[in-house]
């Protein structure tokens, strides 16, 4: 134990892992190696597809069916993994190797209370009686900070936040005290603030273990936050690899420069200001909640999605929406375009009160007010031809067919797609390539006001900030308004004139985006910059 | 690549294609190769199969030949399989599109409505169904249609319900497409492959439906079919197997070729598949 740092946990040696037949390319992980030490925190960034998880599913033996190592080793306390048998392997995992996944939701059993599912890691185990399995899964939940371990014992995970369902999982991958600990995106499903503390609980239970920790995620910010050291990968292979500060301050690939440059900057935003004062939006005393029909047994629930919310918007100005989950922020968005109806409030465009429109005349307003929408892959009709879904608005407005087909191959070569993409299907595009169709989409019954809501939530970093720009291009070219809805204050910054700050359905602070970074006046938005990953270090390397 | 390549790409829907074409051949040479009426005695009963030139498949009870009775049951098996399941789906399809995507109480009254019908037990209410109309082709391809539509409403609503609210049907509602063009081109092509496997099996529970029917006397009796034969049959099975052993394997060769034929064309209609592959 004398030198923790240079004892090597995991060894991986000229590793290459094979894709079946027909995928887009032959290997999935190219001659990788690296390792992981005793009490570090390895960060293995890459961005979708670059083959990050790959390895670390080798590690575990969990490679998807068709998938198989070709060349390399991996050694871990003197084993080579790759030549174990199903049954050794499983041996190792849990008891050695712990892992944490990526959406707690679906790492849980549903049907299972939480103390019985962290008891069962022993019990797969063949550890300690059932008595002392309920004593040490109440310990655990202790260590990992779970609010009231005694009632969350009993608790089934639909009771408990996302934050605390990760605390879980994490809670089953410590049980048997394992050496390394692999940690597959793990906070990548939960909101800033908590990912600030899942992150922290991470960084601390490592200290205190002494374990070494393999990191996998596609955010730098998070990289800069708990990494020792990094591994930057791509197409497979690796690009560049060292200690954290190093490659972060220094990056030598061009591809990581790339990456670290496409960073939502966390420098104070300019000041910029709408060219206009003329409002467009003018929101008054918004209400909505939300009812679920209680049963014979069960009383109604409530939530107050938006508590007498009144905002405006400038012609031409863009403002931020910001908040954590549940805060409200996208039942605004969801209100301005009328697919929810507001309890009561108005709605004013231009001065025509859209809250109360119902039916046909509803319908005629609507292509003044468009949205994209967050998620790329479930927002296109996989059976319609992109061009015929950029097509559908003009031609619900009137607009002939083939002047809206016409139409649709000016916008997508707009967007940067090219008009030959009319022909094809949604399928065949990248996740950024559908942000930029349903852009065109929200574009071509030239509306007044678009509302993207957490339209690039899904998206990675470098293609983030280029969808990004496409859509400052497009406000300045085309003058529009934008309401842009959004979890990451990063984002909010790039983009927004103005900034408005959501909790539980109120709004909490508005104000100029510089102003909001600068001069924060609230506790809430306080904590929301605080949480923001790598925000100490670039800070840092600023000053 | 075209639709029919696509298609062909599955082997087992190109099987039960070219098996569907050969009992469509037959139904459509049957009056050309035997211009008799199957319904007449033209043998000594009782003729065993390959027995005798001209009769390759024996004869029946009556002296009847069985190769024709064959030859000429495929035409309505066929036409009441196929038609009553249009008729169903006619039927069921647009009330469970309109159930499913509006919801509310609408759905409920056309809910209680469609189990109104599937609180009868089918085969029941198909029989008091032609009773009450007189046996024809007509009376029973209606019944069978009457009878088998709840479950294609009961599946159309579950599909809508689901897909009303995704994000691509609610693009669809913020750039203002009326509800029925939401219906008819956002949602409907996406039910369809479910929609495809249940028509597939449907067309093969008609057909054994009206042999049901035939099996218990309440078939047309005008017209030679599948199922009649082997009602015809059930009393002599021991002494004269042929006479139920080849309209049974005919209508179990039809019922697979609609199968494989249905989930080729569901293979051949996703976009996605089809070109992954």
């Known amino acids: ?543 | 690549m075209s639709f029919f390549a696509r298609f062909a790409q599955n082997r087992g829907a190109l099987v039960g294609l070219i098996i569907l074409l050969m009992i469509i051949a037959m139904a459509i040479l049957a009056p050309l190769l035997f211009p008799e009426s199957p319904w007449r005695m033209v043998q000594r009963p009782f003729l065993p199969p390959l027995s005798q030139d001209g009769f390759p498949l024996g004869t029946d009870t009556m002296g009847r030949n069985v190769a024709a009775g064959l030859m000429h049951g495929a035409w309505v098996s066929l036409l009441i399989g196929l038609v009553s399941t249009s008729v169903a789906l006619l039927i069921g399809v647009p009330l469970g599109a309109i159930a499913g995507y509006y919801g509310g109480l609408i759905d409920d009254i056309l809910m209680r409505f469609t189990e109104f019908f599937q609180t009868i037990p089918n085969f029941a209410l198909a029989i008091v169904l032609v009773a009450i109309m007189q046996p024809s082709v007509t009376s029973i391809v209606l019944a069978i249609a009457l009878v088998s539509w709840p479950p294609v409403a009961r599946l159309v609503r579950a599909e809508f319900m689901s897909l009303r609210n995704r994000e691509y049907v609610e693009a669809a509602r913020l750039v203002g497409q009326t509800n029925t063009t939401i219906i008819l081109r956002q949602i409907l092509p996406n039910t369809l492959s479910p929609i495809i496997v249940l028509a597939s099996l449907m067309v093969a529970t008609a057909i054994l439906l009206e042999s049901s029917l035939s099996f218990l006397g309440l078939g047309d009796p005008n017209v030679m079919s599948w199922g009649y034969m082997i009602g015809a049959a059930r009393t002599v099975i021991r002494q004269a197997w042929w006479l139920s052993f080849f309209p049974g394997v005919a209508i179990l060769l039809t019922v697979l070729a609609l199968n494989l034929v249905g989930e080729g064309l569901d293979d051949a209609l996703n976009p996605k598949l089809s070109r992954e592959r």
């Not at chain 1, 109604?300 to 409200?328: K, N």
């Not at chain 1, 083939?402 to 916008?411: C, M, N, R």
């Not at chain 1, 299907?425 to 019954?445: K, M, N, T, V």
């Open chain 1, 1 to 543: 134990m004398s030198d923790i740092a240079t004892e090597t946990v995991l060894s991986i040696r000229q590793l290459s892992v094979a894709l079946p037949k027909g995928a887009d390319r032959a290997l999935a992980v190219e001659d990788v190696s690296y390792d992981v030490k005793r009490g570090e925190i390895m960060c293995v960034v890459g961005e979708s597809g670059s083959g990050k998880s790959m390895a670390a599913n080798t590690v575990m033996g969990l490679l998807p069916k068709g998938v198989r190592p070709v060349q390399g080793e991996v050694i871990f306390e003197g084993q080579n993994l790759i030549t174990l048998t199903e049954k050794q392997h499983r041996a190792l995992r849990g008891l050695k190797i712990g892992m944490i996944f990526q959406e707690p939701m679906t790492a849980l059993n549903p049907l299972m209370r939480v103390g019985a599912q962290i008891a069962e890691v022993f019990e797969a185990h063949g550890k300690l009686t059932p008595k002392q399995r309920q004593a040490r899964a109440l310990e655990l939940l202790i260590e990992v900070g779970i609010p009231q371990p005694e009632k969350a014992i009993s608790a089934y995970p639909f009771e408990l936040s996302g934050g605390q369902r990760q605390r879980v999982v994490i809670a089953m991958a410590l049980a048997l005290e394992p050496v390394l600990l692999i940690a597959d995106e793990p906070t990548t499903a939960l909101d800033v603030t908590t990912q600030a503390q899942i992150l922290e609980l991470i960084r601390d239970l490592q200290r205190r273990r002494g374990m070494a920790v393999m990191f996998i995620t596609h955010d730098f910010g998070v990289v800069a936050e708990i990494a020792n050291r990094v591994c930057v990968m791509r197409h497979g292979q690796i690009v560049e690899i060292g200690e954290a500060s190093e490659v972060l301050g220094n990056p030598q690939n061009e591809y990581t420069q790339a990456l670290i440059a496409a960073i939502p900057s966390n420098a104070v935003p300019p000041h910029r200001e709408a060219n206009t004062t003329t409002p467009l939006l003018d929101i008054k005393r918004l209400n909505k909640v939300f009812r679920s029909r209680g049963g014979w047994f069960k009383p109604s629930r409530e939530v107050r999605a938006l508590d007498d919310v009144s905002l405006t918007l400038a012609r031409g100005e863009t403002v931020g929406i910001v908040g954590g989950s549940g805060s409200g922020k996208s039942t605004l968005g969801r209100c301005v375009v009328r697919l929810e109806h507001p309890d009561d409030g108005e709605l004013l465009l231009d001065g025509v009160n859209l809250s109360q429109l119902k039916g046909d005349a509803l319908r005629r307003e609507r292509h003044r007010v468009q949205m994209i929408f967050q998620d790329p892959y479930a927002s296109l009709n996989p059976r319609t031809r992109v061009g015929m879904a950029i097509a559908q608005g003009p031609i619900a407005n009137g607009t002939p067919k083939a002047q809206a087909l016409k139409q649709a191959g000016e916008l997508l070569d707009m967007v940067g797609l090219g008009a030959s993409s009319v022909e094809r299907y949604p399928h065949e595009f990248s996740g950024g390539q559908r942000q930029r169709i349903g852009i065109a989409r929200a574009l071509a019954l030239n509306p007044e006001l678009i509302v993207a809501d957490e339209a690039v939530s899904a998206l990675d970093v470098s293609i983030q900030a280029q969808v990004l720009e496409l859509l400052e291009e497009l406000k300045q070219r085309l003058s529009l308004s934008l309401l842009f809805i959004t979890h990451d204050l990063r984002v909010a910054a790039q983009i927004c004139d103005r900034i408005v700050v959501m909790q539980h359905g109120r709004i909490v602070e508005q104000g100029s985006a510089e102003q909001i970074f600068l001069h924060p006046r609230e506790a809430y938005t306080r904590s929301l910059l605080e949480a923001i990953p790598g925000r100490s270090a670039s800070v840092a390397a600023t000053a």
